[in-house]
């Protein structure tokens, strides 16, 4: 009893072979199978702890008895198959719960094996860069540099409409600009008006009719360049006046 | 320039298995030709006393020789307790698989398995009703593949679960 | 398992050039031996009419024939984030340009860029005012293949936009 208690999975076949009852050089699997199965209800009728790897052997050797029953060859295959659950013919009395109970414990051992490393992994799946990729990128880069400077000068034009922001070279440059050309017409027409009712007008009256101080102020610098009107500030920052120029 | 080298260009360069499928949309030609395309190359790496050959169990990649798997390792190695790997061979023969039914064959120290699982990016984890669904990742096919019979291998896992 | 064999397996699992010193580390063998194995290696490579061959002019290297490059390009990804590679261009078509000029072309990622492509050798800065002045090194033209200075490059372009 003892030594049945040792036993587990291929230790039985082994000792079979060192007593003689099997030829290891000529072995009759179905002979073996049968014999195997034997001691697998002799375990079971001493109510031994069958453990999950000798009931693993029970069901390999059983299909390999079955697929010689068969006329097939059993080591054609690695003989692994869903069949060894439902077609071995084991005695009634083994209770179901207890098959599966060891087919869990044999299966967590083979759950490692279900995997294995591949051997295809490399590290650095990466490539150099190439001229043409640079190239592509340069290409990027002058689409994106053009839309800037187009965005730069609109920009640039939208500040001058209002003229809120100005440099000396920004007013050097609007002196050639028709936009401003534009700004003291209107603003002309503007005084023309004013001063059929009035002689002097102050600066911010003109922002009334819809110019902006900094605009009307810019265009009134011209038109007081171009002698057709007069400027007077009592005072700097004090309030500007503008007066009809006379002749 | 042969098909042949153009297939071996491919295989090279992506370093994972292919179908004959994505080969042809890459190489551009039909798939006749590329099964004697790939049947030459594999001939052409077996003749040979090299490290490499070409693998066409699950799709075709070429790969390092089981004999120099001690190379692979020690360069690309994956650290991971024998009970992570359980889960994770459970995840890949099953996925995609439900955390909770995850539970129920490995138990509970599947959480900690999968939050390494995760970190390591074998795995991915969506939120599905109470639980989450969870399957393998590139990565994991990258690293690993299945053997033996996993028809068996699931059939006894639902079998597990069910218990 | 001959060295020839193990020395393969090394380059193709790293996949990038190695030295005889870091080859030598990995599969335990004397240099004078592993450039005999190398010797052979290449020599092996050559004489097939496959897609790949040993690159020795670096370190060592299996690598794709420049012929089968197209595939290579289209399959793998390059070396270095796109966002690098743009102020790298930046930094070849402006130089020498000023640091503080490039962040008003790329913006604020630029330093990161600057650093990384520090680290590759591939421009080099020195200061300049309150910035710094940034070109491209000798070794960006190795890595293009560029045999003339930058002028080469713009003359790429336009030919290229004149076609």
Do not use: C
Request: glycine letters at 4%; charged letters at 35%; aromatic letters at 8%.
């Amino acid at each position: 009893m003892n030594e049945i208690d040792k036993l587990d999975g291929i230790e039985i076949l082994v000792n079979w072979a060192k007593s003689g009852e099997v030829d290891p050089w000529d072995v009759d699997i179905v002979k073996v199978t049968d014999m195997f199965l034997e001691k697998l209800f002799e375990i079971k009728q001493h109510n031994l702890r069958l453990t999950g790897r000798t009931l693993f052997f029970a069901a390999v050797l059983l299909k390999i008895k079955s697929d010689i029953l068969e006329g097939l060859d059993p080591f054609k295959e690695v003989p692994v198959s869903s069949d060894f659950i439902d077609e071995h013919d084991i005695d009634e009395d083994f209770d179901e719960d207890d098959i599966y109970e060891d087919i869990r414990n044999t299966n967590i051992v083979s759950l490692e094996n279900a995997l294995a490393r591949r051997t295809s992994t490399r590290k650095n799946r990466t490539r150099k860069v190439t001229l043409e990729d640079l190239i592509k990128q340069l290409r990027k880069l002058e689409e994106i540099e053009n839309k800037q400077k187009v965005k730069r000068t609109e920009e640039k034009i939208n500040t001058r409409r209002s003229y809120t922001h100005f440099t000396p070279d920004d007013i050097l440059e609007m002196a050639h600009d028709e936009y401003i050309e534009d700004e003291i017409i209107k603003l002309q027409n503007t005084l023309t008006k004013l001063f059929e009712s009035e002689e002097i007008i102050e600066l911010n009256e003109l922002t009334k009719s819809g110019m902006d101080r900094v605009s009307a102020y810019i265009a009134l610098l011209f038109l007081a360049s171009r002698s057709r009107i007069d400027l007077v500030q009592d005072e700097f920052y004090s309030d500007l006046y503008i007066i009809k120029e006379v002749g | 320039m042969s098909l042949k080298a153009r297939v071996e260009a491919t295989l090279f360069t992506t370093g994972k298995a292919l179908t004959i499928e994505e080969i042809s949309e890459i190489v551009k030609a039909p798939n006749e030709d590329l099964e004697e395309a790939l049947l030459e190359l594999i001939m052409d790496y077996s003749s040979r006393d090299g490290a490499l050959e070409i693998d066409d169990e699950d799709g075709y990649v070429i790969q390092v020789k089981e004999e120099y798997f001690d190379i692979v390792e020690s360069l690309m190695p994956i650290e991971m307790s024998e009970n992570a790997l359980k889960t994770l061979s459970a995840i890949a023969i099953k996925q995609p698989v439900l955390q909770s039914d995850l539970v129920n064959i490995i138990g509970m120290g599947v959480y900690d398995h999968i939050n390494y699982l995760l970190g390591k990016e074998l795995i991915s984890k969506k939120p599905k009703g109470k639980s989450f669904m969870i399957k393998t990742t590139t990565k994991f096919n990258e690293y690993f593949k299945l053997t033996g019979d996993t028809k068996t291998l699931a059939q006894i896992l639902d079998i597990q679960s069910k218990n």
